[in-house]
């Protein structure tokens, strides 16, 4: 019910005179469903994920202090080394060690090759 009155709202302006009705479409949006979206709103304002220490990677965990990250004082500290609260970073995913530039495989082929090449000068040497 109020996505339909939230189109309607930015179809048809604040107020229309959609099917004879002269009242606005934010008129139309029981108090119910403007309670629902204002939760909707302040429940993107938190991020899902989860928050680490920069500095010793310590993972928040919002069960054990019972209140989302976004809501702690400034001067929470972490547990584990005491850096201060803007010292925490969103963590972005569960890959660990993957860069934007193609990640390991770069790394691996060129220390394959290496040592490939020392295989071959070490075979060289012994055999003359």
Do not use: H, M
Request: hydrophobic share 40%; charged share 20%; net charge neutral.
């Amino acid at each position: 019910v109020a996505a339909g009155a939230l189109l309607l709202l930015a179809l048809f302006g604040a107020s229309s005179n959609f099917c004879g009705s002269t009242t606005s479409a934010r008129q139309a949006i029981s108090a119910p469903a403007r309670g629902l979206i204002s939760l909707q709103a302040e429940a993107k304002d938190y991020w899902e994920g989860e928050w680490i220490c920069a500095d010793c990677g310590y993972i928040y965990n919002e069960r054990s202090f019972g209140q989302k990250f976004e809501e702690l004082q400034t001067g929470f500290k972490c547990p584990q080394c005491a850096a201060p609260r803007r010292r925490f970073a969103r963590k972005l995913g569960d890959k660990i060690g993957t860069t934007l530039d193609g990640g390991d495989s770069p790394i691996l082929i060129f220390s394959a090759a290496c040592l490939l090449l020392v295989l071959a000068i070490s075979y060289y040497a012994l055999n003359n």
